[in-house]
Nanobody
Framework: QVQLVESGGGLVQPGGSLRLSCEAS????????MAWYRQAPGKERELVAT??????RNYLDSVKGRFTISRDNAKKVTLQMNSLKPEDAAIYYC???????????????WGQGTQVTVSS
């Protein structure tokens, strides 16, 4: 059973910083890309940042230059968020693309989400 557990959310003032972490556990044969998504109330879930198994990063335009996605190790990914704005407030979800057996396909696994609130 693969699990993704996020941590690091909370309340921060505009202009502040937060660091989100996501760690995978369970039986994983092979690890592909990992990503952060977010969903604000009344809005669709959107892709914030991705990092491939080879370390290639991509970002949502509105967070470029402010957010940084990194892989601490194969199973742990972080999202450093600086210069936070009220519009960054959302539930942030981690997603991992994993193969659990040598003969299985890659599938997406999601964390439970962590709340980020940006308010003065």
């Amino acid at each position: 059973q693969v699990q993704l557990v996020e941590s690091g959310g909370g309340l921060v003032q505009p202009g502040g910083s937060l660091r989100l972490s996501c760690e995978a556990s369970g039986s994983i044969f092979s690890i592909g890309a990992m990503a952060w998504y977010r969903q604000a109330p009344g809005k669709e879930r959107e892709l914030v940042a991705t990092i491939s198994s080879g370390g290639i990063r991509n970002y949502l335009d509105s967070v470029k230059g402010r957010f940084t996605i990194s892989r601490d190790n194969a199973k742990k990914v972080t999202l450093q968020m600086n210069s936070l704005k009220p519009e960054d407030a959302a539930i942030y979800y981690c997603k991992g693309n994993f193969r659990v057996r040598w003969d299985s396909t890659y599938n997406d696994y999601w964390g439970q989400g962590t709340q980020v609130t940006v308010s003065s």
